[in-house]
């Protein structure tokens, strides 16, 4: 059987119907990670503009994502790396009926870290960790290094001891967990590319489904590497969100170590917002546009539940903070999230005024 994802077409192999993570087999496809590679392509023609040529999908399942990269950007060399034999011989079937040059290999892709890449690409079933080292011993002097996490409930703090062995932090599970999970993975890449002398820096970052999606890039220095661990801190609930740099003094619950920087550039956004084509991809870009850079966001329902009065509309809880002064927008976290500058005391009165 064969599908189509963008202008590719894909052969298909058994039930290609799941949602979530899916289930681990040979020639494995999750069409639930869709929106991921349309976002994945326009942030690689992004890499292409900024000089990027040669790019590695280094797990590549059936090659859907290296695959449609040769296919759809222009310019770019592609490479697809992937373990299981069989799920090998499928990736080559799939660029053969797309009629494109893609650079097959069939091997673990940590006995390749001596190859060099403009960008690098780990999309594993699970966790990122055991191949973060590697992709970043693979990358040139610059370049950008993508990642996606399918252990989202590890990150978010249902496993908590699973969050400190595999990525040395620990999470918070509750209200914003979602915005310190991905902050907790950036933290760890952070700190995994600061390791080999590398400066890892978020471009564009997001929270979507079942899932964690991470695009760094990535500059060759220890002083580049100086400056990343710079914006590594911690995070609290209390009384409001309270944010501390990594050395500064701290109590109890603080989640991290974390990233506590940007998780997006505009100029990216914009970017791919321009070149965006399905509507899903378009609509996540537009939020995360408008979407303030600050760390974590607030829940108008749990706020409502603890002030114990009815939840008023979120626009008008917006505009409400912006009439004060303050700044404030959606967030792509939560449906009825919003991030601000205002503190929890201020943000009372104005659901009390509503």
Request: hydrophobic share 35%; charged share 30%; net charge positive.
């Amino acid at each position: 059987m064969i599908g189509r994802e963008g202008k590719t077409k894909i052969l298909l192999y058994g039930n290609t119907g799941e949602r979530g993570p899916g289930t681990k087999k040979d020639r494995f496809y999750n069409p639930a990670m869709g929106l991921d590679r349309d976002l994945c392509i326009l942030f690689s023609r992004y890499a292409v503009k900024q000089g990027c040529k040669k790019f590695l999908d280094g797990l590549g399942a059936t090659g859907v994502r290296g695959i449609r990269i040769a296919n759809e950007v222009q310019g770019a060399e592609v490479h697809i790396n992937e373990i299981n034999p069989v799920s090998y011989e499928v990736i080559k079937k799939n660029a053969s009926l797309n009629n494109v040059n893609v650079n097959a290999t069939n091997s673990d892709i940590r006995l390749l870290c001596r190859n060099k890449y403009d960008y690098v690409d780990i999309d594993p079933y699970g966790s990122p960790a055991p191949y973060a080292l590697t992709a970043f011993q693979m990358i040139r002097g610059k370049g950008f290094a993508a990642f996606t996490a399918t252990d989202k409930a590890t990150l978010c703090g249902v496993y908590e001891k699973a969050c400190i062995r595999r990525y040395g932090a620990v999470p918070m599970r509750g209200e914003g967990m979602k915005e310190t999970g991905l902050r907790i993975l950036i933290g760890f890449l952070v700190r995994t590319a600061a390791m080999l002398d590398f400066g890892a820096y978020p471009v564009f970052s997001y929270s979507h489904d079942h899932y964690f999606r991470v695009y760094l890039r990535v500059e060759k220095g220890a002083g580049k590497g100086n400056d990343a661990i710079g914006k590594i801190g911690w995070i609290c609930s209390d009384n409001g969100w309270k944010v501390k740099k990594f050395d500064e003094n701290r109590g109890k619950k603080w989640a991290g170590p974390l990233w506590i920087g940007r998780l997006s550039e505009s100029n990216v956004i914009k970017f791919m917002h321009k070149h965006a084509e399905s509507e899903r991809a378009k609509k996540l870009l537009e939020l995360m546009d408008e979407e303030l850079q600050l760390p974590m966001y607030y829940e108008s329902s749990k706020i409502c539940r603890h002030l114990k009065i009815p939840q008023p509309k979120l626009s008008e809880v917006i505009d409400k903070l912006r009439e004060k002064g303050f700044s404030a927008s959606r967030t792509h976290f939560s449906e009825d999230g919003f991030k601000t500058d205002a503190d929890m005391k201020e943000i009372e009165e104005v659901f009390g005024q509503l």
